[in-house]
């Protein structure tokens, strides 16, 4: 039996809901001019690297102003965790959604929404080994800038990002189950290709 199917099923409706608003306020496919020829993008966040944190998205443009598409993180730091970040060991996968306030192909605001099922694990080890396996939903939502140089774009945000997590730990030969549930600032520093 699957002790954390509720949280799956809410991930994936969330990404259901994410999906189905960006095709519902897009506009058709014919509003796109000439200068609105990028259609998809990849993007990555290089400072996320130093926690060890390795992020992939990459978008489809419905409309001119509407992108959405996959988003991976991969987590793969062994170590202790440190002042900025913890350490941890897993993946995130989920959907994303941005709505640019004027065509992305030029300088502009942006709001975004993402949507992960998370699982990851963390280990300390300390004169008192601990570990930890955490499986959950991570939301978020960010109002930024992006600044556009020809195919190459910078995303600065911020917002806010709420876990909930259901969590075994093993601490000293006895487990016990715990649930997290938090929110928490969040900086988004992304720089993507648009092809």
């Known amino acids: 039996m699957n002790k954390f199917k509720p949280a799956s099923v809410s991930a994936f409706g969330l990404l259901g809901v994410l999906f189905l608003a960006t095709i519902c306020f897009a506009k058709p496919r014919e ?20 926690a060890h ?5 990459g978008s489809f443009r419905p409309s001119p102003q ?18 900025l970040a913890r350490c941890i ?5 989920g959907w994303q959604t941005t709505y640019y306030f004027q065509s992305p192909n030029f300088n502009t605001w942006y709001a975004s929404a993402h949507a992960y099922s998370d699982r990851h694990s963390a280990r300390s080890d300390g004169a008192e080994m601990s570990e930890s396996a955490s499986t959950g939903l991570k939301v978020n939502a960010v109002i930024g800038h992006q600044w556009q140089l020809k195919s190459i774009f910078f995303l600065l945000g911020c917002g806010v990002e709420h876990e909930s997590y259901k969590i075994e730990r093993k601490w000293m030969n006895e487990s016990f189950e715990d649930s997290q549930n938090q929110w928490r600032p969040l900086i988004e520093a992304n720089i993507g290709f648009a092809f």
């Not at 944190?53 to 998205?57: A, D, G, I, P, S």
């Not at 060991?89 to 996968?93: E, I, L, R, T």
């Open 53 to 57: 944190r390795y992020l992939l998205e």
């Open 89 to 93: 060991s897993g993946w995130s996968v």
């Open 66 to 83: 509407w992108a959405t598409g996959p988003s991976v993180i991969r987590y793969d730091c062994h170590g202790p965790s440190g002042l």
């Open 31 to 50: 509003a796109f001019t000439e200068t609105d020829n990028l259609k998809w993008d990849l993007r990555t966040a290089p400072i996320a690297i130093l």
